[in-house]
């Protein structure tokens, strides 16, 4: 865990991950060609960037900082990603619990992780050295504009804290902001996500206002938090503070409502009319296209605190592979372990870049009775953000997922195509802009496991070809023979 954004930043540059960039760069799409070429540049030029002299601003931009599965575990306490997974599977320990005694323990140990990790208060926070409660002004933050048609300035990395109206259980989530003036912005919470929840909730009670603050920096744990799917009412920050294994440490907002991070580098606080709404975008999204003008809410801008040195994060997202694909990956290792409570057949699980996390899911299952694959789908249609999904491929357990070519042979070969595919109508990500109507829309499931008399094929089917062992051994060792 880092006590603070720039502790990360020093970690990085210790391990040579971090570049600082001295000579004067422009947020209007300078930063976003540099960060673009670095993050889809040779694996070793691909670092962070802290721009240092930004024209106009005062703080540096950093960027990049999750750009690899490296760097984005680093920014998690570990050394590689797949430990989280691991460690969430001990935690849940996925040799059930037997006995009524062993599942009532196997609880109490994980309340007691997570009342370890439920966040505190604190007085002093290095988020509030500077208050601007007065005449607070978006201008000094060095917002980017990151591709040509968008539609302004958007920041791009936030953890937007609201609570629940009427319940009061927080949610934060990552969700762009544009900025409109020097104290407005556009709230950019699809409709699936929680902030969207909150919206309707204070809709439906009559609530005036939808108190929000937006952390920018601090610990990156919970920069990252804000961008998991976690379980409505389940506060991301409890996730952080397992992440972090010490709590999330919090203080007051000063016009506000609500509790920040005290580690951001800067908060801005205010308010969402939830009858408001107002044309958000174009913005160059992480699918690779400018996402649509669409209506959105809108945030009014009531304090901005800050470090006395921030650094102001963002990140650049288009055309994928780019940083967000990273912090999606974290979401994927960490979350297979909790689909297997749900589904427990399921073995692994890979989106790939090019399906921007809603795209394309690849999921291998340990197959045993006809219509698992169909099952798995329909489960994962149903579990949360995963009803986004607008294609499963279900391979055998013996696929690698991870490699897109052997899942490409495998499925072009294993599938009856008449057979083999379900078709469904569903919701869609609020991205998707091929589904005739936003937000619901036909998604795929393709069943590529092999076939056998239980699935009504009767026909056999084949063997993979494999040289035997004895030949294999007998070729290493006269290998130099040959000569070649
Ligand atoms: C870099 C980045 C930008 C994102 N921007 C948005 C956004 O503008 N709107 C949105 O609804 N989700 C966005 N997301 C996805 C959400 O952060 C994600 O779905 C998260 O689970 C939302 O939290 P919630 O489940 O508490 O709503 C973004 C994710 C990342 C990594
Ligand atoms: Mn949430």
Avoid at 289 to 318: K, Q
Avoid at 347 to 356: K, R, T
Avoid at 361 to 370: A, D, E, L, N
Wanted: hydrophobic residues 40%; charged residues 25%.
């Amino acid at each position: 865990m880092y006590s603070s954004l720039r502790e990360f930043v020093t970690f990085l540059e210790g391990r040579g991950q971090l570049r600082r960039i001295t000579a004067p760069v422009s947020v209007e799409l300078e930063i976003t060609e540099i960060t673009d070429r670095v993050s889809k540049g040779p694996a070793e030029k691909n670092v962070a960037l802290l721009f240092e002299n930004v024209t106009g601003y005062e703080m540096p931009v950093l960027t990049n900082a999750f750009g690899s599965a490296r760097r984005m575990a680093w920014a998690l306490g570990v050394e590689e990603l797949d430990e989280l997974g691991h460690r969430l599977a001990r935690l849940l320990s996925l040799d059930m619990p037997r006995t009524l005694g062993e599942k009532l323990r196997k609880a109490g140990d994980l309340l007691g992780v997570f009342r370890a990790t439920q966040p505190k208060r604190v007085k002093d926070a290095a988020c509030q050295e500077v208050i601007c409660r007065d005449s607070p002004s978006l201008s000094e933050l060095p917002i980017l504009k990151c591709w040509p048609e968008d539609g302004g300035r958007y920041i791009t990395l936030p953890a937007v804290i609201t609570r629940r109206p009427g319940t009061g259980r927080r949610n934060v989530g990552m969700y762009r902001l544009q900025v409109f003036d020097e104290r407005t912005l556009g709230m950019h919470w699809q409709i699936h996500k929680g902030g969207a929840e909150h919206q309707h909730d204070a809709e439906r009670l009559g609530q005036e206002r939808i108190p929000v603050a937006v952390a920018l920096g601090g610990d990156p744990a919970i920069t990252w938090a804000a961008s998991a799917p976690m379980p409505p009412d389940i506060d991301e920050l409890l996730l952080a503070g397992w992440l972090r294994g010490r709590p999330v440490e919090l203080v007051p907002c000063v016009s506000q409502p609500l509790e920040v991070p005290a580690d951001a580098d800067i908060v801005i606080e205010g308010y969402v009319d939830p009858t408001e709404r107002r044309i958000e975008g174009p913005f160059g999204d992480h699918t690779g296209y400018y996402s649509l003008p669409d209506e959105y809410p809108v945030m009014h801008v009531t304090a901005i605190t800050r470090r006395e040195s921030p650094i102001y994060p963002a990140t650049v997202v288009g055309r994928p592979p780019m940083e967000d694909y990273w912090m999606g990956k974290v979401t994927e290792r960490l979350f297979l372990p909790l689909i297997r409570i749900f589904q427990p057949e399921v073995v692994d699980i890979n989106m790939p870049a090019e399906g921007v996390f809603h795209n394309l899911v690849i999921v291998s299952i340990h197959k045993r009775y006809p219509g698992q694959a169909r099952k798995v789908m329909y489960g994962l249609w149903g579990l949360g953000l995963m009803m986004l999904s607008k294609a499963f491929l279900i391979v055998d357990d013996d696929v690698n997922v991870h490699d897109l070519s052997e899942v490409a042979w495998r499925v072009s070969n294993n599938v009856d195509w008449r057979r083999d595919i379900v078709i469904v109508d569903g919701p869609v990500d609020a991205l998707d802009h091929a589904s005739p109507q936003p937000n619901y829309g036909g998604k795929i499931g393709i069943d590529a496991t092999r076939k056998g008399p239980a699935d009504g094929h009767s026909r056999p089917w084949p063997r993979d070809i494999v040289m035997t062992e004895a030949v294999r051994r007998l070729v290493d060792s006269r290998w130099e023979e040959y000569g070649l």
